[in-house]
């Protein structure tokens, strides 16, 4: 029996629920589904962490009766989200990151949205805003996730007044900074830092041929943005830091620059003999942050939403239609959200507000945020099947350019090959057809 037919044959097992959401009556939050039982928890699967979990629990809780039953997914070891599509089929709503997208829809596990469904969410939630629209959630002509998250890589400084229109700019601007900036390099972020780069310096070649499946990131293109982000990165604090790591370190003082976006701080150490309770904690100074649009080398304005941007999907093992309806709407701009997004990570605002009020509320990052999701064009990520082995070929190969054991273009030239082998294993043709289906063509 192959994996995609035990796949099946558990969601088939499931108690029935959800059904195929594409249907009109499916779709509808008023169709003729039985009414939600309150005493049976809505099973959630999430990529993230126990913070992010309560926190969820929490804001929901304070609106709604219906109970959570939050599993945490940990994407720690080899081709995660095979693991995540397997248990997935045990839940009703699975948050995800984006790049499995291609892996849930080829292995059947969620139902997709109808038109009416979404018409809903947007009455009640706001529209989502236009780079969201045109770059998450949809594959192949369908919505198969709901955004309930957009943060995109923007450059922090606390002089407000710094400018950096070019790679080149920034690359001088660091250098000034006696080492005091950051990029988010560490492991399982350098490559959607490389591809954050290369989406807002050329448009062309974009990561593969569309014929051929010939992957495109050894091309001199590719392996000039490397070497400039090699270069620079040799100027860095550090070379191991995550994106809110980096915008905590500026506010902290310990930076003064670099790229990331905002996140919340990091919540204290436990108490030990050398730190007792009784004592308060230590209060640091805190810098504010100016936000700036990365440096933007392209002709025509162009995104970069990285491979850990979330969707909320509906399993197609989920047994609780309505209450899973629900609660995906609510994640994406219900009544005390904004709580889970301001302790989280890449949670954040996708939609505007359905009462078309001002939008120039919040920190200057969400403000910025806002502003930029406004932008149409979008760099497409990998949505295919085997996406995240993808991603883990290319961040290893730019950590080894970065830490001086290979020259940019060995180390393109070797992921390239790799990924030709991924490729080559999982089935050219049908990699071919799954390219065509995130870059909007065919169903």
């Known amino acids: 029996m192959d994996r995609r037919t035990a796949v099946s044959i558990l969601a088939a097992s499931m108690i029935a629920g959800c059904g195929d959401s594409g249907s009109d009556d499916a ?21 993230g962490d126990a913070s992010v979990a309560e926190s969820i629990q929490l804001a929901w809780s304070m609106t709604h009766e219906h109970p959570l039953e939050i599993e945490v997914f940990d994407p720690a070891g080899e081709s995660p989200a095979v693991r995540f599509t397997r248990q ?9 990151p984006h790049s499995y997208l291609g892996e849930i829809h080829a292995e059947d596990a969620a139902v997709r949205f ?12 706001g529209k989502p805003l236009p780079a969201v629209i045109n770059s998450l959630g949809d594959y192949g002509g369908s919505t198969w996730g709901v955004a309930v998250g957009a943060k995109m890589l923007a450059r922090l400084a606390i002089d ?44 062309r070649r974009w990561l593969f041929n569309r014929t051929t499946m010939k992957p495109e990131i050894d091309s001199e293109d590719y392996v000039a943005a490397l070497e400039q982000l090699a270069a ?25 620059g670099g790229i990331g976006y905002e996140a919340p701080a990091v919540a204290s150490e436990p108490a030990t003999e050398e730190a007792p309770t009784d004592e308060p904690p230590q209060e640091r100074e805190e810098f504010d942050i100016s936000v700036f649009d990365c440096p933007q080398e392209t002709e025509t ?34 009544q005390r959200i ?14 505007t507000s359905p009462e078309n009020e001002s939008m120039q509320s919040g920190s200057a990052y969400v403000r ?49 090959t790799q990924w030709d082998a991924i490729t080559d294993e999982i089935g050219r043709i049908q990699q071919s057809v799954a390219w065509k289906r995130t870059l909007g063509f065919g169903g």
């Not at 601007?173 to 780069?197: H, I, Q, T, Y």
């Not at 904004?338 to 939609?351: A, N």
């Open 88 to 96: 997935m089929l045990l839940s009703d709503v699975a948050i995800t």
């Open 114 to 125: 109808s038109a009416e469904l979404l018409k809903e969410y947007q009455k009640e939630y």
């Open 160 to 203: 407000s007044q710094s400018q950096c229109e070019t790679w080149s700019e920034y690359h001088d601007w660091v250098k000034g900074l006696d080492g005091k900036a950051a990029e988010p390099l560490a492991p399982g972020w350098a490559a959607s830092s490389f591809l954050n780069r290369c989406a807002s310096t050329f448009t």
């Open 232 to 256: 620079t990165a040799g100027l860095y604090a550090s070379s191991a830091m995550t994106p809110g790591q980096i915008w905590q370190a500026i506010a902290g003082g310990e930076l003064v």
């Open 338 to 351: 904004s709580t889970v997004r301001q302790q989280s990570e890449l949670f954040s605002q996708t939609r």
């Open 368 to 416: 910025w945020l806002v502003e930029r999701l406004q932008t149409l064009q979008v760099a497409p990520g990998l949505v295919l099947p085997g996406a995240d082995r993808y991603y883990q070929v290319l961040d290893r190969q730019v950590r080894r350019c970065l830490a001086g054991e290979q020259s940019a273009a060995e180390a393109l030239a070797e992921a390239a």
């Open 27 to 47: 779709g509808s939050g008023r169709d003729a589904a039985p009414a939600a039982r309150t005493d049976v928890p809505l099973r959630i699967l999430l990529v």
């Open 301 to 334: 304005d162009q995104l970069w939403l990285g491979p850990q941007t979330p969707l909320a999907c509906l399993s197609s093992g989920c047994r609780q239609t309505n209450a899973s309806k629900q609660f995906i709407g609510w994640l994406s701009g219900g």
